[in-house]
């Protein structure tokens, strides 16, 4: 299949999906003769790459047109209904689910993985409400937690994530909400861990944290969503199998970073919740969305 887009690429070794590997959730159906075009949006992180290496690359009754752009990109190209398929983050389900529907696999979730709360040495954080925070975007996950923790933190300043750790250094902004790979790295530049709020959210809940998701629109059909949901998770698991197999096409959108930090990316967030969100991830889902704030204490 050719894939257009960004980082295209050919499969060594062809494969036809077998539909035994669907979720109970969503069973597939027989593929249809026909082609399908659609259009996905998934982050250039390595994480996204990573599962969606094999969907884009394997034999399939439906042609994927990859979208790679910023999360908080993808989250506004939700709202304004732009994508058939797209990752979001899940803080913006609320405002697209009567267009979207949220899907079983593809998920971000996982425990100690959230954002980090971060500052440089010397800027007095003791009262965080009276500081300017960067955050990396309104209706990013992070920023959802950030509100949980610190309900009084209303002096924000967004922009993109990987912006965040050089506006501290720069003094632009006096704290900062660090997502992706850079919580592994900010230590390395000279800044300090302020809260890990995803470790804040495990104390308070004992649940996964719910980052990002896969949704579908709406429009499609359930019996197109259940293909999808399907196809998704058959790539997710190809590239927990062959994890060498996807990483020329990570490194493709990945080109500045350091590849131990790259699999240090794909370990973090691709995992089990990855291939089924299941009960439990869909738990977390709903208690992150509907739980009222509790302040957390520095």
Same mark, same amino acid.
């Given at each position: +299949?050719?894939?257009?887009?960004?980082? %295209?690429?050919?499969?060594?070794?062809?494969?036809?999906?077998? &539909?035994?590997?669907?979720?109970?959730?969503?069973?597939?159906?027989? $593929?249809?003769?026909?082609?399908?075009?659609?259009?996905?949006?998934?982050?250039?992180?390595?994480?996204?790459?990573?599962?969606?290496?094999?969907?884009?690359?394997?034999?399939?009754?439906?042609?994927? *047109?990859?979208?790679?752009? &910023?999360?908080?990109?993808?989250?506004?190209?939700?709202?304004?209904? &732009?994508?058939?398929?797209?990752?979001?983050?899940?803080?913006?389900?609320?405002?697209?689910?009567? %267009?979207?529907?949220?899907?079983?696999?593809?998920? !971000?979730?996982? *425990? %100690?993985?959230?954002?980090?709360?971060?500052?440089?040495?010397?800027?007095?954080?003791?009262?965080?409400?009276?500081?300017?925070?960067?955050?990396?975007?309104?209706?990013?996950?992070?920023?959802?937690?950030?509100?949980?923790?610190? $309900?009084?933190?209303?002096?924000?300043?967004? +922009?993109?994530?990987?912006?965040?750790?050089?506006?501290?250094?720069?003094?632009?902004?006096?704290?900062?909400?660090?997502?992706?790979?850079?919580?592994?790295?900010?230590?390395?530049?000279?800044?300090?861990?302020?809260?890990?709020?995803?470790?804040?959210?495990?104390?308070?809940?004992? +649940? $996964?944290?719910?980052?990002?998701?896969?949704?579908?629109?709406?429009?499609?059909?359930?019996?197109?969503?259940?293909?999808?949901?399907?196809?998704?998770?058959?790539?997710?698991?190809?590239?927990? &199998?062959?994890?060498?197999?996807?990483?020329?096409?990570?490194?493709?959108?990945?080109?500045?970073?350091?590849?131990?930090?790259?699999?240090?990316?794909? !370990?973090?967030?691709?995992?089990?919740?990855?291939?089924? +969100?299941?009960?439990?991830?869909?738990?977390?889902?709903?208690?992150?969305?509907?739980?009222?704030?509790?302040? !957390? %204490?520095?």
């Amino acid at each position: +299949m050719k894939v257009k887009g960004k980082g %295209n690429g050919t499969r060594l070794t062809p494969r036809i999906y077998s &539909d035994t590997r669907a979720t109970s959730a969503f069973a597939p159906e027989k $593929p249809s003769t026909l082609r399908q075009a659609l259009t996905i949006g998934f982050s250039p992180c390595p994480n996204d790459t990573f599962i969606f290496y094999d969907l884009l690359h394997a034999p399939s009754e439906i042609e994927f *047109y990859p979208v790679t752009e &910023d999360v908080e990109a993808l989250n506004r190209r939700a709202l304004a209904h &732009d994508l058939d398929i797209t990752k979001v983050s899940i803080a913006v389900y609320p405002l697209i689910k009567d %267009n979207y529907v949220l899907l079983d696999s593809g998920a !971000a979730l996982g *425990y %100690n993985c959230g954002p980090i709360l971060i500052t440089k040495p010397g800027n007095d954080v003791s009262e965080i409400g009276k500081c300017l925070i960067a955050i990396p975007g309104e209706h990013t996950t992070a920023n959802l937690l950030l509100t949980k923790a610190f $309900p009084n933190a209303t002096n924000k300043k967004e +922009m993109l994530f990987s912006e965040i750790e050089d506006a501290l250094l720069g003094g632009k902004v006096e704290a900062g909400v660090i997502i992706h790979e850079s919580r592994f790295t900010y230590e390395a530049q000279g800044l300090t861990k302020v809260v890990d709020l995803g470790e804040w959210w495990h104390e308070k809940t004992q +649940m $996964p944290i719910p980052l990002g998701g896969i949704v579908a629109k709406r429009s499609l059909g359930q019996k197109l969503i259940s293909r999808i949901n399907s196809l998704i998770r058959n790539s997710v698991q190809f590239a927990l &199998d062959n994890p060498e197999e996807p990483m020329p096409y990570v490194q493709q959108h990945a080109q500045e970073m350091d590849e131990e930090v790259m699999r240090q990316h794909i !370990a973090l967030y691709v995992n089990t919740y990855s291939v089924s +969100m299941g009960e439990q991830g869909l738990h977390a889902v709903n208690q992150i969305l509907t739980e009222a704030p509790v302040s !957390a %204490n520095l």
